[in-house]
C-alpha cells in the first residue's frame, strides 16, 4: 500500500532535519523494509549526535567514598559499616552521558540488532553501541516518552520520535507475556504520519496559503459550551476568505460493506460534515475532503457532495508511486482550492 521509499519522504516532510545533507542518502537508497530504513535513519542520526557530543545529564549517585562529595548518608554508612574502611556514603550528582534520552537510544539499537534487517544495518549498529558503554537500558514497556526539548537537547528530537516509532512498531507481548516482534507500524501509527506529511507538505510548498492544525469552534446559539467534545482538523488551508477542511485518514480499507454494498465510513463522514457546518456558521466559503491513502481494494472514493450549501469530497491519494505522483495529487487539490474549484 505504501513504498518504503515514500516511507522517507513522508518522514522528511513530518521531519525537516531529514532534508539535511547528512541524512539525503536516504532518499536514494533501496531498502528491504519498513525497519531498515528507520535503522538506517537513526543509525545516521545517532553517528551525527556522537560528532556533536552524546548529551549529558545530571545522574543522582550514591555509593562508599574515601573523599567527602555531595551529602553524606550518616545512617548509611552505619548501617553499611563503610566506616570501618574508612569511607562515607556519600550522594552526590554527576554530569553523565547515561541520560534518559541516551537509554532511550541504546535500548531501541539494541532491538533492532535482533531484528530482520540486513547484517550490514546490524554491524554499523554495534559499531555504534560501542560509545553506549556507559549507558543503561530501559524497560522497553515503561519508557515515558514525554519530554521538554530546548537548545540544549533539540537535537534529539527527531531521535526520539524515530526510537517511538521503531519500538512501539515492532513490539508486542504474546498471551504467555513473552516479548515477540510484529509487522512494523499499525494504522495508529501511520496515519499521524500520514496526517503531518500532508501539512508540513502544504506549509512548505504553498506559502500563499496559511497551513494549519486548528481547532473549530462549536457554533452556539446560548454560548454553553460544557461537556461538548473538541473539534481538532487535521489539515486546515485558508486562502483570502475560502477554507478547506482536510481530514487524512489510513486505514486498511477506505469503505465499509454491508450486504455486498460499499459505502463510505459513515463515522467520517459525519464529522468532516460537522467541521464544515460549524466552521462555515463564522462566515466564509468553506469546503470538506475526506483524503484517504489509497488501497488495493477495486473499489475506491472519488465523489464530491454539494450538503447544504457546502462541497465536501471523498478522496484517494496513492502512496505506492512515484512521489513525484503523490506531489502531483496533493499540488492539484491545492490548485482546484484556490482557483474555486473549477
Known amino acids: 500500500m505504501i513504498r518504503i521509499q515514500n516511507l522517507y519522504h513522508m518522514l522528511a516532510y513530518a521531519f525537516q532535519i531529514l532534508r539535511e545533507q547528512g541524512y539525503r542518502s536516504c532518499g536514494t537508497e533501496e531498502f528491504e523494509n519498513t525497519a531498515d530504513l528507520l535503522s538506517a535513519i537513526l543509525a545516521k542520526g545517532v553517528s551525527i549526535q556522537i560528532k556533536r557530543g552524546l548529551g549529558r545529564a545530571y545522574i543522582e549517585a550514591t555509593e562508599p567514598l574515601s573523599c567527602l562529595r555531595g551529602k553524606i548518608g550518616v545512617t ?93 512498531g515492532l513490539l508486542q507481548t504474546s498471551a504467555d507475556g513473552s516479548v515477540k516482534l510484529i509487522q512494523f507500524l499499525d494504522e495508529q501509527q501511520m496515519c499521524r ?14 506559502p500563499q496559503i496559511r497551513t494549519s492544525a486548528s481547532q473549530i469552534r462549536w457554533a452556539l446559539d446560548d454560548g454553553v459550551s460544557a461537556m461538548l467534545p473538541t473539534m481538532q482538523s487535521d489539515i486546515m488551508l485558508t486562502y483570502g476568505n475560502k477554507t ?24 467520517n463522514l459525519y464529522q468532516i460534515f460537522t467541521y464544515v457546518k460549524n466552521k462555515a456558521a463564522s462566515g466564509g466559503e468553506v469546503s470538506g475532503m475526506l483524503l484517504y491513502a489509497r488501497t488495493d481494494e477495486e473499489i475506491q472514493p472519488d465523489n464530491t457532495y454539494m450538503m447544504s450549501g457546502n462541497r465536501i469530497s471523498v478522496k ?14 496533493l499540488n492539484a487539490i491545492a490548485d482546484a482550492f484556490m482557483n474555486g474549484w473549477r
Open 76 to 168: 548509611e554508612s552505619i548501617k553499611q559499616q563503610t566506616i570501618m574502611k574508612q569511607q562515607l556514603v556519600c550522594t552526590y550528582d554527576e554530569f553523565s552521558v547515561d541520560s534518559y534520552m541516551n537509554r532511550i537510544l541504546k535500548t531501541t539499537m539494541e532491538l533492532l540488532v535482533r531484528y530482520d534487517i540486513p547484517k550490514t544495518r546490524k554491524k554499523e549498529l554495534r559499531n555504534l553501541l560501542l560509545y553506549f558503554k556507559e549507558v543503561g537500558i530501559l524497560d522497553m514497556y515503561s519508557i515515558d516518552w514525554s519530554f521538554r526539548f530546548n537548545r540544549n537537547n533539540q537535537s534529539y528530537q527527531m531521535l526520539m520520535a524515530i526510537c517511538h516509532l521503531i519500538i512501539k
Open 193 to 206: 504520519l500520514y496526517e503531518k506529511f500532508i501539512l508540513e507538505y502544504y506549509k512548505k510548498h504553498y
Open 244 to 267: 478547506l477542511i482536510i481530514d487524512a485518514k489510513y486505514y486498511s480499507h477506505t469503505t465499509q460493506v454491508q450486504y455486498n454494498v460499499n459505502t463510505l465510513h459513515s463515522n
Open 316 to 329: 484517494t491519494l496513492d502512496l505506492n508511486c512515484e512521489f513525484a505522483e503523490i506531489a502531483g495529487s
